[in-house]
DNA sequence: CATTGACATAAAGTTAGGTTTAGGTATTAA
DNA sequence: TTAATACCTAAACCTAACTTTATGTCAATG
C-alpha cells in the first residue's frame, strides 16, 4: 500500500494529477483510511493503464471507456480493437499533415535562408521557378 | 472593399473569427464607415498570411510576431528565418513522437486482432516472444 | 507548544483559439 | 410598417487535462 505521495514520486506524476484521475473515477476501488489514499496493486495497475494508453494518444475519456471495456471480458474485444484502430487511422492523417507543414517550413526556411545571404526578398521573386533547386519548386508553385 | 460576410464567404472562415482576429489586432489597417468594416487589399493580405503561418503550424502570437518583423523589413530575416527553423524542429520532433505512437496502436490492433480471432488474451501472453510477427517483436519486448 | 510536512477538499484558474449569447443598430423588401 | 438581413458589441462559454489557491486536519519533531 502507498501514499499518494509514494506514487507520485514512483511514478514521476504530480500529486495534483492523481487526484484529479481519482476525482474522474479512474480508481475505482482506491481505498482510505481515515480519509487518506491507499494505492494498491489494483490501483498502481489501473496507473500503469492509463500511461500506456495515454503513450497512444488516447483520450482521458477513451481511457474510461477502455477501461469499462476491458472489465466486462472478452466479449469487448472488438470495441477495443475499433478504438485502436479508429486512432491509428488519425494518427496517420496527423502526421500527414505534420508532414505537409514540414514541407511549408522547408520552403520558408529556404526562403529566408536565401533572403539573408542576398539582403533581399525581391531577388527570389523574381526568380525562374526552373532554376529553384528541384525540392523547392512545387513548394513554390503551391505559394505563388 | 469587402464586408466581413464577403470575406467570410471568400475564405470561408467564420465571421466570428474574423472579428476575433481584428479584436487580436492582425487587421491594423481596417477602415470601417459607419462602425462597419471594410476590409480593403491590406486587410485581404494580412488575413493571407495568417491564413499561410497557420498551414505551417504557428501560434498566433508567433504570427503577430511574424507581422512584426515583416513590417520591419530586412533586418529580421534573421529573426524570421529562427522562427520556422524553430517551428520545424518541433514539428519533426512531433512527427518523431506520433510514430512511436503509431507503433503502440499497431501492437495494439495486432493484439486484439489476434484476441479476436483466438476468443482470449491468454494464448497471446503464453506466446513465446520469438513466434510473434517480427515487426510487433520488437514492441512486445517493451511492454512486457 | 509550536511548527513543519504530508495529507485532504472545493473551487477557481490556466491555455489557445475560437464560438455563442444577449442585446442593439441600420438597411431594404413586401 | 413590419419583417428579414446584415452588421455591431461585450461578455460568457467551450474543450482538455490539469494546476493553483485557500483552507483545514493530523502526526511527529524540536
Known sequence: MYTIGQVSQMFNIPISTLRYYDKEGFF???????????????????????????????????????IKWATKGSSTYKNRKELFEKRKIAVEQEI?????????????????????????EDKIYKMLPNKLPTRIQKLYNSFH
Chains 1, 2 share one sequence.
Open 96 to 120: 500527414k499533415k505534420l508532414q505537409k507543414t514540414l514541407n511549408i517550413l522547408e520552403y520558408k526556411c529556404w526562403y529566408y535562408d536565401k533572403a539573408i545571404k542576398d539582403g533581399t
Open 28 to 66: 475505482p476501488n482506491l481505498k482510505r483510511s481515515s480519509g487518506i489514499r491507499r494505492f494498491g496493486e489494483q490501483d498502481i495497475e489501473a496507473l500503469k493503464v492509463i500511461e500506456c494508453l495515454k503513450e497512444s494518444g488516447l483520450e482521458l475519456k477513451d481511457v474510461k471507456q477502455f
